[in-house]
Every structure is written in structure tokens, then in C-alpha cells.
């Protein structure tokens, strides 16, 4: 397991939650740090407990035991809309506000922050320009924007009260390949350029290699491998690790041989 | 048919402005009460199937019974404030009509709130926790406004319903469209019933082509729409309220029961006094035993009730002592017991009689029961549907020894056909019916007094007891209305052609009354 350089912004420790009276455990027993700046995917299958892990994070859902940290304070002594108000968050869902223009979407958390007027609307023009899309989409309504635009709009909204933690459950898994490429590749870069922190849930695994600094595995609400993705190719004790890490590997190495064979052609 | 229109408008802007104030508070009340128990049901699934089990239940409950019921509860809660507060209210009119047609209006509202706000798009929901809002900004900023087209819906639905069912109010002494229905019912003026159902059907229209506007404003974000819908609504509410504004203590308020002869009355009365240039309102188609409370509470001032009524069914007598008797010691206990002041008798009973076909009981020489008696057993007679089982046949077969040959029940109309034809000989009858005029009958005197007088008698509030100008107005009415007028004035409103309004009747009788 790897020390974070900076102190963590996010911390779990000895974090356990039950649904259903204390009959189906989602997660038991998870520690875990996220140190300032870092890029953190989590990965599992289904199950695994990783979207109720990050949800402990801004009370959406609250851990039965255990401590969850942000910024060295427990969430717990934050009302839950003042802490999510801090913190970005992007879901698969994305759950854009149908009767509110893209712009009343990017900029509700200032809203209800209570920002001026004119410092609102200035800072989602530059949400807009950040995230590649033109100004003008500002007074559309989200039903006229692609599946692509809108999480991009999910993205800008959530970054529009300058959060510096940004939590991402799954939040390109509805898209096409290349949309999702091109806007995992985009968020990275605003990732870096912004210094955010970012926890990602994901169950694609090659999604995780591409982008995060880190890769935390979930399985059965239990977290079994935390390393940085050289680490975690390089091997791991546990055999279901091994199995996930081999798939990315396999088709770097099948994309290798086939680009290798096309340099030979040429 | 012009006339009857022409009386029907004459009335409309009370009926409509009363229906729409009635309607408009109820629904009002209804939202108030239904959006935070709707909330509540979408907050918490524990409690969300007994509310709308329990709304369901409601409309399961006829309306026109849900209303009645309210009038017993009311008073029971109104004796109640009174023995603990030292002060009662009215439960008569419109407070039971309120409270019925808003428990009323909560099913379509509460559905539709709950369906609308707990279907909506998880996702969005799960967005408006993570950005950050407070349960209350979710509920105003997203909940509501995605869920306000289907709430207005509901919305729809029940302002339609309490609209219909506001015309079942008139029983339960609250005037609206339903007096045009309940009037027209009893003296058989089908214009005026039709008139009743199209103003209230037109109501409900407009109103819910209003609230349509609303909806689809809520729907596409249209502001005009909505301004306009609420504007129009409350312009209609407003201009419904302002001649309520006129009302207060020194209108009277005129009662009657619900038959033609009582609708003639309170016209007769409400004439005169207007003559003393005070403003008037009447209460009309109330049941018996609701128009005598009324006046004891002080929401009637005034109405013509009849001494044996009032002698069997309120002193709960069970004797039939002279008509002079009866009248003095009914004004004696409804002064003591009761505070209400017996003006006097008109001069004419609405009493159970026998009647005969002059000329059959000129040719026998029959002008008394007594003289009856000798021949009856040659003599068939034919009785309403309750006739032969009331005390008041048993006392007079009992005192003058009557035996007929056969005894026949009809329905009222048949029975006066039948003893015009000669089918037979004698039929009990109203004394003050119009039809014993028109088919030349003759009453039969009733030299013991078997049978219990029914003197029409007027009756004041005790609030005005000593009002001058209540009594001036109707002083010269006591005993100034003869038994053929009033018989007359009821078969110009009852007769099947050439029908009278209760209102026509009554001036034809201001000028057929007995000069003092």
C-alpha cells in the first residue's frame, strides 16, 4: 500500500454500512486515504460495495461505523447539503434539472451558496469554456443536448462552486466509446490543471489504468489491493486481482503485436 | 316559460356568487390541507397508503350524505364550544358545506401530488442531494415544479367535483346553483331545475378550462398562461365576494321548508319587508325539523311553521287539544323553552281534512264529519299512502264512528283524479291544497276537533323579538290570508300548465289577502 505524499484530503477508517436492518452488508470494515491532488479510481464488480464507499463520503449515505474525514473533519459535523455544497459530485445518471436552462444547472450550487447574480453568470461562461462547450448552450434546455453534452454540463455543475474534490460514480459509463474517451481523457487534463482531487468509481478497469494515479479494488465490501497501476500490473498476491489486472495487460499486448506488425507492412 | 327564465336570471348573481365563493373556499381549503399531507405521504411510505386510503374512503361516502352528516356533527361540537367557550357557531349552511366538499375535494389533489412527485426521474433527485439542497429547496425547486402539471390535474379533477357536488349544499341551508335544482324539484318547474344544472355545468367548464390554461403554463414554462389563469380565477372569486360585502345584521333572513306553499310564504314575507326598505336573503328548501332549529339559532329571523308541526314534533305532545288551546300554549312554551315569539296565525290551516265533491255532498247533505258518518257505509274513501296509518285517522274513526265500505290508497295526484271521476266518495286531503279549488271540493267541518289544527303560524328568532321593523312588516300579514287564496295562490305554482312561479304566486296573493 502506498503512502500519499500530500496529507489526505479524504479519509475512511474502519468504515462499515448495512441496508436493509442490518442484513446486507455493502461494506465492512474499509480504510482508506486520498491525499491532495491525487487521482483515486476504485474498481469492482458489481456489489462490491464501491458506490456505497463513496457515498459515505458526502452523506448520501451514512456509514454505520467507522470514521469518514474530509479535510481532517468528520463529515458528520457538517450538515449534509453544506458538505455536498463542497463537494463536486458525477454520476452515470448525470440527473441534469429538466425545467431549468443549462446555465440555472451549472450554476445552482452558487445559487444556493448564496453568490451574486453577475459573479453566477461569469463563472458558467468559464464552466462552459472549461468544459468545451460553447456559451450559447447556456439558455438550452437539457433535453436538447446529447448524451455527451449532458455530462458535460454534469462535469461543469459540479466544478461550479470551485470544489476541490470531485466524486465520480461510473460518470462516463452511459456513454459511446469515444464520447467516453474523449471526455475521460479532458476530464484528466482539468483534473491537472485545476489541482482537484478526485475519487472515481468504476467497474472498467482499463478506464482505471488510463487515468487514475492510484487503484483501489473492492470486492464483497472489502477492499483487497490498493496500489498505483504499474504496481498492480506488475502483480498481486490475490488471484482475483491478478485475473482483473490480466485484462488490460492481454489487450495492450494484443493492440502491441498488431501495431508492431503494421509498423513492419509500412 | 319566458317568466320562469326571466325569474331564474333574477337570481343568479346571488346563487352563482355563493356557489363560487362556497367552491373556491373549499378547494382553497382542500390544497391547504392536501399538498403537506401529500408531502408527508411522499416523505415517509409508512404513512402515504393510510392517507390515501383514507381520501379513497371519502369519496366512497355520497356527498349529498358526507353533507348531511356534518350538520349533527357540527352542532354536537357547537353545543360543546358553547358549554366550554360560552360560545356557539353556526351549523347550518356554510360551514357544513365547506367542510364536506373540502374532505371532498383531497382524494384527486393528494394522488395526483403523491404519483406525480414519487414517479419522478430518480436521477434528478439523486442531483438535487448531491449539489447540495436542503429537503425544503428539493421539495420548492424541483419536486413541486416537476410535479406541477400532474398536481394541477388533480387540482382539475377536484375543482370539478366540488363545483357538481356544491349543488347538493341547498339541503343543508347554504344557498348555490342547487336551490335552481332542490325549488324546482318540489313545485315540478323543470326550467328552473335545467337552468340549475346548466349554470353549474357551465361553471365547472370555465373553471376547468381556467385551470387547464394553468396546467399547460406549468408544463411549458409559460408564464402568460399561468397570470392569466390565476387573474381570471381570482377575478371571478372577487367579483363573487363583493355584493357578500352588503350582507350583515340588518338583512333578514327568510326561511321555508320544501314545498310550494312555504316557497309562496317566504316570498310573501320577503316583500313586505323590503317594503320597510330593509334587504332580504331566503333560505329555502330547508327540512322541518332543520328550519325550526335555524330559527331558535338565530340563522333564520323568521318562517311560517305549522302548530300542530310544531305541537307534535318539538313539544313532542302527544294529545290534540282546540286550536285555540294548541295556539296559546305553543306561543306560552316557545317563548319559555325556546325564546322564539309566535306572531300569530296567518288565518288558514295546512291540516289533514276530508273532502268531498261539492255537489255529491250537497245531494247527500253532508257539510260535517258527523253528517258523514250516517252514510259511510255506503261510501268508499280513498286516502294518500300514509293516511289510514296516522293517529289522525284512527281519532276520527274512533270519535265520529266511521265505517266505509271500502278504503283505497293512491298516490295524491290519482287521489284527486279519483274522487273527481266518482271512483270515490271521500279522500283525506290538505286543508290549504290548491287542488281542493280546482276540482271543486269542499272540505268537511270538524265540529269535535278530532284532528290536530295546523295553523300556519309565523315564527320569529329570539334575536328578534323585539326587532319594530321585522314586526311591522309582517304584523298585517297575521290573519289576513284567507284559505281559498292561499289554496289559489298553491295551485297556481303546482298545476301542471300555465305554472306560477313561487315568486308570481306570492304577489297574486299580496293583492287576494283579507282587508283589516
Keep these: ?266 | 316559460m319566458s317568466e320562469r327564465v326571466a325569474a331564474a336570471w333574477s337570481v343568479l348573481p346571488e346563487y352563482l356568487g355563493q356557489h363560487i365563493l362556497l367552491s373556491a373556499a373549499a378547494l382553497a381549503l382542500g390544497l391547504l390541507i392536501s399538498l403537506p399531507l401529500s408531502v408527508l405521504a411522499i416523505r415517509n411510505a409508512r404513512i402515504r397508503w393510510p392517507v390515501l386510503a383514507f381520501a379513497s374512503l371519502i369519496q366512497t361516502v355520497p356527498s349529498l350524505a358526507l353533507l348531511a352528516l356534518f350538520y349533527p356533527l357540527l352542532l354536537a361540537l357547537s353545543a360543546l364550544s358553547l358549554r366550554i367557550f360560552g360560545q356557539g357557531f353556526s351549523a347550518l349552511g356554510f360551514l357544513p358545506s365547506l367542510l364536506a366538499l373540502t374532505l371532498y375535494s383531497m382524494l384527486p389533489i393528494i394522488r395526483n401530488g403523491v404519483t406525480g412527485i414519487v414517479n419522478l426521474n430518480p436521477a434528478v433527485i439523486e442531483a438535487a442531494r448531491g449539489v447540495g439542497m436542503t429537503d425544503r429547496q428539493r421539495l420548492l425547486r424541483i419536486e413541486l415544479p416537476l410535479a406541477a402539471p400532474m398536481l394541477m390535474a388533480g387540482v382539475r379533477t377536484a375543482a370539478v367535483w366540488v363545483i357538481g357536488a356544491a349543488t347538493l349544499s341547498t339541503p343543508v341551508g347554504q344557498t348555490s346553483l342547487g336551490n335552481y335544482i332542490f325549488s324546482g324539484l318540489q313545485v315540478e318547474n323543470w326550467v328552473s331545475v335545467l337552468f340549475g344544472c346548466a349554470a353549474a355545468a357551465a361553471l365547472a367548464l370555465v373553471v376547468d378550462q381556467l385551470l387547464a390554461l394553468i396546467e399547460s403554463g406549468t408544463a411549458k414554462r409559460s408564464r402568460w398562461r399561468i397570470v392569466v389563469g390565476v387573474c381570471v380565477l381570482l377575478a371571478g372569486i372577487v367579483a363573487a365576494a363583493v355584493p357578500r360585502f352588503g350582507a350583515d345584521s340588518s338583512t333578514y333572513v327568510i326561511g321555508a321548508k320544501n314545498f310550494s306553499e312555504q316557497y309562496i310564504l317566504a316570498e310573501l314575507m320577503a316583500d313586505r319587508i323590503r317594503q320597510q326598505d330593509a334587504s332580504v336573503a331566503q333560505r329555502v328548501g330547508l327540512g322541518s325539523a332543520i328550519a325550526f332549529r335555524a330559527l331558535a339559532r338565530n340563522e333564520l329571523d323568521a318562517y311560517v311553521d305549522y302548530s300542530g308541526t310544531i305541537w307534535a314534533n318539538v313539544m313532542l305532545r302527544t294529545d290534540a287539544p282546540k286550536r285555540d288551546v294548541v295556539l296559546r300554549e305553543m306561543g306560552d312554551w316557545l317563548r319559555r323553552e325556546r325564546g322564539i315569539t309566535l306572531l300569530g296565525s296567518l288565518g288558514f290551516e295546512n291540516a289533514y281534512a276530508l273532502a268531498m265533491r261539492r255537489d255529491r255532498a250537497e245531494s247527500l247533505g253532508i257539510h260535517t264529519i258527523a253528517d258523514l258518518a250516517s252514510h259511510s257505509a255506503a261510501l268508499t274513501i280513498g286516502g294518500d299512502l300514509e293516511f289510514f296509518v296516522r293517529p289522525e285517522w284512527k281519532a276520527l274513526e274512533h270519535a265520529y264512528g266511521l265505517g266505509f265500505r271500502a278504503q283505497r290508497q293512491f298516490q295524491p295526484t290519482f287521489m284527486y283524479k279519483a274522487v273527481s271521476s266518482g271512483e270515490v266518495d271521500v279522500i283525506s286531503a290538505f286543508s290549504s291544497d290548491g287542488r281542493i279549488a280546482a276540482e271543486n271540493l269542499v272540505v268537511l267541518e270538524d265540529p269535535q276537533q278530532v284532528i290536530l289544527s295546523y295553523d300556519a303560524v309565523v315564527l320569529l328568532a329570539p334575536a328578534r323579538a323585539d326587532d319594530g321593523k321585522l314586526r311591522r312588516a309582517l304584523q298585517p300579514l297575521i290573519g289576513a290570508v284567507p284559505i281559498e287564496s292561499m289554496r289559489e295562490a298553491n295551485l297556481q305554482v303546482d298545476r301542471d300548465e300555465n305554472k306560477s312561479t313561487p315568486a308570481a304566486a306570492a304577489k297574486w296573493l299580496a293583492q287576494h289577502l283579507r282587508v283589516q
Excluded: C
Design chain 1, 1 to 266: 500500500m502506498s503512502e500519499p505524499q500530500q496529507p489526505s484530503i479524504i479519509k475512511l477508517d474502519a468504515v462499515s454500512k448495512a441496508f436493509g436492518g442490518g442484513r446486507n452488508v455493502a461494506v465492512r470494515n474499509v480504510s482508506l486515504a486520498v491525499g491532495k491532488g491525487e487521482f483515486v479510481a476504485i474498481v469492482g464488480g458489481s456489489g462490491s460495495g464501491k458506490t456505497t464507499t463513496l457515498k459515505t463520503i458526502n452523506r448520501l449515505v451514512d456509514a454505520d461505523a467507522g470514521v469518514v474525514a474530509v479535510d481532517g473533519q468528520p463529515v458528520t459535523a457538517f450538515a449534509p447539503h453544506e458538505l455536498r455544497r463542497r463537494i463536486g459530485y458525477v454520476f452515470q445518471g448525470i440527473g441534469l434539472f429538466p425545467h431549468m436552462s443549462v446555465g440555472e444547472n451549472i450554476g445552482i450550487t452558487p445559487h444556493l451558496l448564496g453568490w451574486r447574480k453577475d459573479d453566477i453568470a461569469a463563472r458558467t461562461l468559464e464552466l462552459l469554456d472549461l468544459v468545451d462547450l460553447p456559451r450559447e448552450f447556456a439558455e438550452r434546455m437539457p433535453a436538447e443536448l446529447s448524451g455527451g453534452q449532458r455530462q458535460r454540463v454534469g462535469v461543469a455543475r459540479a466544478l461550479a462552486a470551485r470544489s476541490e474534490i470531485m466524486l465520480m460514480d461510473e460518470p462516463f459509463g452511459a456513454l459511446d466509446p469515444i464520447t467516453r474517451d474523449a471526455l475521460g481523457t479532458e476530464y484528466r487534463r482539468l483534473h491537472e490543471r485545476m489541482g482537484l482531487t478526485t475519487l472515481m468509481v468504476t467497474h472498467d478497469v482499463l478506464e482505471a489504468v488510463l487515468l487514475a494515479d492510484r487503484i483501489i479494488v473492492m470486492r464483497a465490501g472489502e477492499i483487497v489491493a490498493d496500489d498505483t497501476p504499474q504496481g498492480l500490473l506488475r502483480g498481486h498476491p490475490d488471484e482475483g486481482v491478478r485475473a482483473l489486472m490480466d485484462m488490460p495487460r492481454r489487450q495492450a499486448l494484443r493492440v502491441r503485436s498488431l501495431l508492431d506488425e503494421a509498423a513492419r507492412h509500412e
